[in-house]
C-alpha cells in the first residue's frame, strides 16, 4: 500500500470482528510508531527530542494470534513484545471490557478490541533536560508531540496491515497505568491504541 492509500485508507474504527489481529500485524504496528529500522534500532521512526525517546508502550493482547492473552512490554531495540510476568499484572489479565470502565464516557466498543495498546511516557530526563527552555513547562510538549507522531505512525501501519485503530485519549490516568502494570514510575499515561479486525461497513468517523 502506498502512502496515499494509507492516508486515505486511515480512519477510527469503533466497530471490531470477532477476529484474531495477526501477532506479525501488532509488531509491524508497534515497530512504526515506537520502534527502527533493522540497521538502525537506536534511531525511531518519529522524531525526538534531543533523541530521548521517553515512550513506552505496554500491550494488553486479548485475541492476537500466536501471542497467548496476556500484557506485554514492547522492546525496541530487539523489536519484539516481551511477557510481564502474571505477579506484575497489577489486577491486568481481565478481558478487554475491563478497559470500558477507565475510559472518560465509557467507550463501550472498546469491549470488542483484539488488542490495547498503552502508550506513557518518561517525564523525569526530559525535564532533566529540557527543564531550563522557557517558558516554563516547554519541556512537556516534546513528549506530546513525539506521542502524536507515534500515534499517527501507527494508525498508517494499522491501515497497510488491514487492522482497524482508535485513538483515545479521555480516561482515568491511574486506572489505566493499574490495568497496565504500571504504579510508582515517573510515566504520564499519554494514549489508548485500540485495535482489531474491522468490521466491514463497520462504525468509523470519517472525520478522525
Known amino acids: 500500500m502506498k502512502l496515499e492509500e494509507a492516508l486515505r485508507a486511515r480512519r477510527s474504527c469503533r466497530e471490531f470482528a470477532k477476529a484474531p489481529v495477526e501477532g506479525a500485524s501488532l509488531l509491524r504496528i508497534l515497530n512504526a510508531g515506537f520502534g527502527g529500522s533493522e540497521t538502525q534500532r537506536a534511531r525511531r521512526h518519529v522524531p525526538s527530542a534531543g533523541e530521548s525517546y521517553p515512550l513506552l508502550a505496554r500491550v494488553a493482547a486479548f485475541q492476537v494470534r500466536e501471542l497467548p492473552r496476556g500484557l506485554y512490554e514492547y522492546n525496541p531495540d530487539a523489536d519484539h513484545l516481551e511477557r510481564i510476568a502474571l505477579a506484575d499484572l497489577g489486577g491486568t489479565g481481565e478481558p478487554p471490557e475491563t478497559f470500558v470502565g477507565a475510559t472518560i464516557g465509557q467507550q463501550t466498543w472498546i469491549g470488542g478490541a483484539a488488542a490495547v495498546v498503552g502508550v506513557f511516557g518518561t517525564t523525569d530526563g526530559l525535564e532533566a533536560r529540557f527543564g531550563s527552555q522557557p517558558p516554563p513547562g516547554r519541556w512537556q510538549r516534546y513528549l506530546w508531540m513525539e506521542a502524536g507522531a507515534a500515534a499517527q505512525n501507527a494508525a498508517l501501519r494499522a491501515a497497510e496491515q488491514g487492522v482497524g485503530m482508535t485513538l483515545v485519549g479521555g480516561f482515568d490516568d491511574r486506572a489505566v497505568q493499574r490495568l497496565f502494570g504500571l504504579g ?17 461497513g463497520g462504525a468509523s468517523n470519517e472525520n478522525t
Open 184 to 200: 510508582g514510575e515517573p510515566l504520564v499515561a499519554i494514549a489508548l491504541l485500540v485495535l482489531g479486525r474491522p468490521v466491514t
